[in-house]
C-alpha cells in the first residue's frame, strides 16, 4: 500500500500540544513506512478562521520539524500533486460543490430551509422530552411548491446529507479495534452551509478520497464523526480509509489538558526555553511507548522506532516536571557552541550586554553551568554576574562576610591575585590554597568568600574556572569592593 497520511488543522487559534502530537504520529508513521505527510489547511470556518492562525500552524510545524511532503507552504506557493491544500481555495474552485450536486440528484441529500431559530427552538423541545437533540428531517419532503415558497421569501438552504437508517457504519480501528454505530442513531447531518462552503464532515471526506489518504490519525474526539463520514464514502462509492484515533491528553488532574495546565501553545515552549527535539521527544510517549518503554531517543530513532501498535486506547497525562526533566537531558546532550546559539535570544531579550567578549570565552561561561540548566530561559541568570555589577544575596553575605577573618581575606586574595603570573583556573586555586597554608586557614575559609566576593552568591559553577572566565581586572576589583560589605 502507498502509505498517505496528513495533519489537516483548522486555523481558528494557536498550534496547540494535541495539535502538534497529532502532526507528529502522522509524520513518523510515514516516516517509517516510507510514505507522504501532506499538511492541509481547513479554513472552511469563514467567522473563526484568520491568517494569524495560519502562521501560528507554520510557525509550530516548523519549530518542531514536522516537514511536510505535500502542502501549503510559507511563501504561498504549494506543493504536491493534489492542488490546492487550503479548503478554502478548494470551495472557490467548486471541488466539493460538484459532490453536493452528485448526492442532491441521487436522493442521497437534501436542501434544508430551516432557520437557527428553528433549530435552536426544535432541539430545546427534544431535550425537554428528555429526546436526542437531533434534527428532525422534515424538510427531507418538502414539495418543490414549498421549495419555491421558502426561496421566494430569501431563505438560503443549507444541504443535508441523507443518512440511511439501515445496518451499520464501523470500522475497524488500528488503535481501538472493532468500532461499530447503529445507523438509526446517526442524524441527517448538514453538509453544505448556507454560505456555500461544506462542512468539515464532508469537506474532509472529499479531500482525502482525492488526496488518496490511506490512513486518517487523529485525536479520540473525532471517534463521533468517523460513522458519518463512513456513510458519505459509501454513498459516493468509494472506500474508506483506515482510521486510528489517538487517546486525548489530560493534565496532571486528569481533566482534558487547557491553559490552567500551562502554555497549550506549542510555540509557548519555544518562548519558556524548550528545546523543539525535547518537545517532540516527549509528545511521542504521550499516548505511545515501545515495547522496552524507552524514554530518550536519538535524532531519527522515532522514525525507525514508531509503530503504531504502541499507541494506548487510554487518555495520556502531560507532565510538565517530566518535559522538563527531559529538556535538560537535552541541553546536557547539545554542544556548547549550539547551545550558546540557542541562549543567545534569552540573553539578549534579559537585558544582558556580552559586550566585546568573544565566542570562546562566551561558550566557556555558559559550560560552566551546563549540567544545571533545564530550560534556556535559565541561562541569563545564571551568568549576568560575569557582564553585570555584582547582586548580593543578603543572606550570603550575612552568612560569609560577617565572620571576623573575612575582611582580611578579601583584602589578602585581591593582593595575591593582582600579583598571579598567570591567571588560570590552576595557578588561581593553587595560589588560594597557598595563601589558606601562609595564614593557617581552610580552604573553605578562602574559597567562600571569594565566591561571594565576585558573583554575590554562596553557590555557582567550579570557583577558579569561573574566575578565569572573569578576568584578573573583575576579580581584583570585586574582591577590593567587597571588602566594605565585610564586617
Known amino acids: 500500500m502507498n502509505i498517505r497520511v496528513r495533519f489537516a488543522p483548522s486555523p481558528t487559534g494557536f498550534l496547540h500540544i494535541g495539535g502538534v502530537r497529532t502532526a507528529l504520529f502522522n509524520y513518523l508513521f510515514a516516516r517509517h513506512n516510507n510514505g507522504t505527510f501532506i499538511l492541509r489547511i481547513e479554513d472552511t470556518d469563514e467567522e473563526r478562521s484568520t491568517a494569524a492562525s495560519v502562521k501560528a500552524i507554520f510557525d509550530g510545524m516548523e519549530w518542531t520539524k ?43 441529500a437534501y436542501k434544508c430551509y430551516c432557520t437557527q431559530e428553528e433549530l435552536e427552538s426544535a432541539r430545546q423541545e427534544a431535550i425537554a422530552k428528555k429526546l436526542p437533540p437531533r434534527y428532525s428531517g422534515k424538510c427531507k419532503h418538502l414539495t418543490d411548491a414549498q421549495r419555491a415558497e421558502f426561496e421566494a421569501r430569501g431563505r438560503r438552504p443549507a444541504v443535508r446529507f441523507n443518512m440511511p437508517k439501515e445496518g451499520h457504519a464501523g470500522w475497524n480501528d488500528l488503535i481501538r479495534g472493532e468500532v461499530t454505530f447503529a445507523s438509526k442513531d446517526l442524524y441527517d447531518l448538514v453538509i453544505q452551509k448556507t454560505s456555500g462552503y461544506p462542512t468539515y ?23 463521533s464523526n ?27 488532574d486528569g481533566t482534558k489538558l487547557s491553559k490552567r495546565h500551562g ?7 519555544e518562548k519558556q526555553g524548550y528545546l523543539s527535539a525535547a518537545v517532540v521527544n516527549y509528545l511521542a510517549l504521550l499516548g505511545w511507548s ?7 531517543f536519538a535524532p531519527g530513532e522515532l522514525e525507525r522506532k514508531f509503530d503504531i501498535k504502541g499507541c494506548q486506547k487510554s487518555p495520556a497525562i502531560f507532565d510538565p516536571a517530566k518535559l522538563e526533566w527531559m529538556n535538560g537531558e537535552y541541553i546536557r546532550m547539545t554542544p556548547v557552541a549550539k ?14 550586554n556580552i559586550g566585546g567578549a568573544d565566542r570562546a570565552r562566551l561558550e566557556g561561561i555558559i559550560s560552566l553551568e551546563h549540567e544545571k540548566y533545564k530550560r534556556l530561559t535559565e541561562v541569563p541568570g545564571l551568568i549576568k554576574f560575569f557582564f553585570s555589577d555584582v ?13 571576623p577573618e573575612a575582611k582580611s581575606i578579601l583584602e589578602g586574595m585581591a593582593e595575591v591575585y593582582s600579583n598571579i603570573a598567570s591567571f588560570t583556573e590552576a595557578e588561581l586555586e593553587r595560589a588560594a590554597r597557598g595563601y589558606a597554608e601562609l595564614k593557617n586557614l581552610k580552604t573553605g575559609q578562602i574559597f567562600h568568600p571569594v565566591r561571594v566576593a565576585v558573583s554575590g552568591r554562596t553557590h555557582g559553577p567550579t570557583l577558579f574556572k569561573m574566575l578565569e572566565y572573569m578576568g584578573r581586572d573583575t576579580v581584583v576589583k570585586r574582591l577590593k569592593e567587597a571588602v566594605k560589605l565585610a564586617a
Not at 502554555?263 to 515552549?269: D, G, K, L, Q, R
Not at 515501545?290 to 530518550?296: A, E, I, V
Open 226 to 252: 468517523t460513522p458519518a463520514q463512513i456513510q458519505i464514502y459509501r454513498a459516493l462509492g468509494w472506500t474508506p480509509p483506515e482510521f486510528a484515533h489517538l487517546s486525548m491528553i489530560h493534565g496532571p
Open 391 to 403: 547582586e548580593f544575596d543578603a543572606a550570603a553575605v550575612e552568612k560569609v562576610f560577617k565572620k
Open 263 to 269: 502554555a497549550t501553545s506549542v510555540i509557548e515552549y
Open 201 to 223: 464532515n464532508f469537506a474532509c471526506v472529499i479531500d482525502d478520497h482525492m488526496m488518496e489518504i490511506s490512513h486518517v490519525i487523529r485525536g479520540d474526539d473525532h471517534i
Open 290 to 296: 515501545t515495547p522496552d518503554s524507552q524514554q530518550l
Open 339 to 352: 547551545l550558546t546559539d540557542l541562549a543567545m535570544p534569552f540573553i539578549k531579550e534579559a537585558g544582558i
Open 66 to 108: 514536522l516537514n511536510w511532503d505535500e502542502g501549503p507552504m510559507r511563501d504561498g506557493s504549494e506543493l504536491g500533486p493534489h492542488k490546492p491544500y487550503l479548503q478554502s481555495a478548494r470551495a472557490d474552485a467548486g471541488i466539493y460543490k460538484k459532490y453536493i450536486d452528485q448526492l442532491l440528484a441521487e436522493g442521497k
